[in-house]
């Protein structure tokens, strides 16, 4: 069946580390992933997209590579800021006919100045 | 900028109180959803629309209910309010086609008591 399995959290660390959370997913097909962020009290937002096998997707210093032959889509960031803090959300969208995107239990990340 | 809003943001209600949360989306997309997220931010799908007239039950049973008259618009309600319907509600559509991504709402914050 269709899963997505992320590093569970909560991430804490200071302004300017490495940040990288962990995704993996199952899935039948060839699906479209996601990265969605959400900050406190707010819906999620897109953060990143990759629709296919190698493609790279980023956005706002974020990027995540579609690895089909580890069925992996890590996010990484070089230097992490304060304003980063929120909840990260890996998924998947398998397609054809099920238009239901997969969600992982999401991550929350707390960047201390 | 997402086009779908949710209202109210914010609700604090009796319990045995019938409630509607609004859900509404200028994009046209045909593909709505409802998801409830628990206190530790992992989202359960609870109901889902693929058009006007065709309402599917999601993933996590709800004692909610939901209906889509119009393309636009995808309420949900509960019929008599209970202290375990207390959560976090998030609205979201998808524009359709198999790699398109969802746009969420700012979510609802129901509280019973």
């Known amino acids: 069946g269709n899963s997505v399995t992320q590093m569970e959290g909560p991430v804490t660390l200071s302004e300017e580390a490495f940040l990288t959370i962990n995704c993996t997913y199952t899935a039948t097909g060839y699906p479209s992933l996601f990265w969605y962020v959400q900050y406190p009290g707010e819906g999620l937002q897109l953060l990143l997209k990759?629709?296919?096998?190698?493609d790279k997707g980023s956005n706002k210093g974020f990027e995540a590579t579609y690895r089909k032959e580890t069925t992996s889509f890590h996010l990484e960031k070089g230097s992490v800021q304060v304003s980063d803090s929120a909840v990260y959300f890996c998924?998947?969208?398998?397609?054809?006919?099920?238009?239901?995107?997969?969600f992982g239990k999401g991550t929350l990340l707390t960047v201390n100045p | 900028e997402a086009d779908i809003y949710q209202t109210p943001r914010y609700l604090v209600i009796g319990t045995g109180k019938k409630i509607t949360l609004e859900c509404s989306q200028t994009?046209?997309?045909?593909?709505m959803y409802w998801y409830q997220q628990d206190p530790g931010m992992e989202l359960h799908l609870i109901h889902y629309?693929?058009?006007?007239?065709?309402?599917e039950k999601g993933d996590l049973s709800s004692e909610s209910t939901v209906s889509r008259i119009r393309t636009e618009h995808f309420p949900l309600t509960l019929e008599s309010a209970r202290p375990s319907h207390t959560s976090q509600y998030l609205c979201?559509?998808?524009?359709?086609?198999?790699?398109?991504?969802?746009?969420f709402g700012q979510g609802t914050r129901l509280t019973v008591v």
């Open positions: 998924a998947h969208n398998s397609g054809g006919s099920n238009y239901k995107l997969t």
């Open positions: 994009m046209g997309h045909d593909k």
């Open positions: 990759a629709t296919k096998a190698d």
């Open positions: 629309s693929y058009g006007v007239n065709s309402t």
């Open positions: 979201a559509s998808i524009a359709g086609g198999s790699y398109t991504e969802a746009f």
